[in-house]
């Protein structure tokens, strides 16, 4: 994770001399924008990484010695159903659909987006699945 996170660091840098030559050669401000956002995102991004592997055991790709098979096993938990994907995916496209047919389809999107989130967010806080 540690070379990782000097990888976005380094490109964070890259990014931003590219930002400045671009900025003082083209006097265009929206690619000049565009390019800072995308120094901003690999700064936190690159700071997110060297700052969590200070405090996490060096995995596999930190190790010069290391074989492919010392990352192999367990990855974390993923849920194996939900249905909140698809209640998000719903209010997602009519939200964007209000932006062709009226602002008003935004509005009735809105309730559908906030069941998805909240159902994704606390779906393990109930029923069959609720933590003792």
């Known amino acids: 994770m540690k070379i990782q996170g000097k990888m976005f660091l380094w490109l964070a840098l890259f990014i931003l001399a590219i930002a400045v030559l671009y900025g003082l050669w083209a006097k265009e401000p929206v690619g000049t924008s565009a390019l800072f956002m995308a120094f901003g995102l690999s700064i936190m991004i690159g700071f997110y990484l060297v700052f969590t592997a200070k ?64 159902g994704w967010t606390f779906e393990y806080y109930h029923g069959e699945n609720q933590n003792q």
């Open 55 to 118: 405090r996490v055991d060096t995995g596999a790709g930190d190790n010069k010695d290391a074989e492919v098979a010392d990352d192999a096993g367990e990855l974390g938990f993923f849920s194996p159903h939900s249905w909140q994907p698809l209640v998000l995916a719903g209010g997602c496209a009519m939200a964007f659909l209000g932006v062709v047919f009226g602002w008003w389809l935004l509005f009735i999107s809105l309730p559908v987006l906030l069941a998805g989130i909240f």
